[in-house]
């Protein structure tokens, strides 16, 4: 069945790249908002769009209820939940298809499957995937932890099993820290995401985060998309990613791509999703997690294959077949920014009104936004307020052109983090690919700017 009219239940940039490409295919795209999204850029790029609650999340991006019945009272046959929110909520994924509104993502029986770290970890390991080495079950017992951890080696991580966006993640160098540890995690995963379960996995060392796009249909065939690299990062939390990466040969592509179709496939997995993969420093990986929607670096990959993603999405949520057996080869290099309404020093949220928003455009450049002029960002939702995506041929000149494109981004009226993003991209490790996710913390690169 084809789409006519499809819900975009989401707000800012994901809200307006959605929209973007159902308008491409041909189909209505329907828009949500709140009390402090009246003038948003998402609302204007939509067909349609209907308020759903105040300015906090719990009354309108996560408000269920209001969701379905403006999907039902607009007529969508189907509905795009984006990133974030309630992209990963299998009940509501399973609420929409009861209400007769398709969700344009993995059945609820997958996202469930993948819902909880630990659960995916004992998935995982079963079909042959290698995970980060340490427990499959949750740990409730310190001594018990602390054998464990023994046996392991430190540095451990103690991991919320519901964690996601960074948080509820600890690391534990010496065995005196561990009690500690998994009481503050467990804490923090209760209030967090209601659920304390905690668990003990092994920190590897110097690691870099390699991620595997997959793309499923409902008749068995996976396939990998290739990888992303997303090591540059702060709080756990991804600030720069770029494909393919620069740590990773044709032999180690093809290892992670099996994996990647092999755990899929496993758990009988449709539409896109990603396996997030944590690579050693002699070049093994290990799973961490499966997420279960589009990521939000999905863009890189898009700009080396010349794929769609959201295209892709629909198409195998109306029912159609994968149109292709292996996945598109690479070509040129691809890097993505995220440009955040931060104080860079101090890494905290500086909301307010942008006054001024002057973005770059040119050849190999893309921007991602859902923000303009005059827009008040306000402390109630995510900081992202664009993304840049450059491509070249060669990574050195897809660098020089993330570097110019910063330069030529003008933001007035709050802070953001351009300053960090080109301290990053010029700096002698970053051009030479030798970098790992402690890159940000190691180099002092907040202190240089
Ligand atoms: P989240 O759900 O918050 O994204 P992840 O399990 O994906 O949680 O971990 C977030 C980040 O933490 C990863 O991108 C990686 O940088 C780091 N990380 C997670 N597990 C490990 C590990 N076992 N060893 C080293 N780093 C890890
Ligand atoms: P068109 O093919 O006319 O550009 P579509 O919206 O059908 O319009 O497809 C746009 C893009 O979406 C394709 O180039 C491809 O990247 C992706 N796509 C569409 N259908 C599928 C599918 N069945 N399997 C995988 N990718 C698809
Ligand atoms: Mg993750």
Redesign the pocket.
Known sequence: MQFRKVLVANRGEVACRVIATLRR?GIVPVAIYSDADVEARHVKQAEEAYHVGGSPVGESYLNREAIISVGRSAGVDALHPGYGLLSEQPDFAAACEGAGIAFIGPSSRAMRAMASKLQARRLMQEAGVPIVPGATTACIDVAEGESLAAELGYPVLVKASGGGGGIGMQIVRQPGELAAALESCRRLAERYFGDATVYIEKYIERPRHIEIQV?GDRFGRVVAVHERECSIQRRHQKVIEEAPSPAVGAALRARMAESAVRGAAAIGYTNAGTLEFVLDERGNYYFMEMNTRLQVEHPVTESITG??LV??Q???AEG?????DGAPPIRGHAIECRIYAEDPKRLLPSPGKILRLRLPRGEGIRVDHGVDEGYVVTPHYDPLLAKLIVWAEMRPDAIARAIAALQQTEIDGIKTNIPVLVAILRHPDFAAGNYDTEFIGSQNILASI
């Open positions: 295919m793309l794929l769609d295209a892709a629909v198409r195998l159609e077949p994968l149109a292709f």
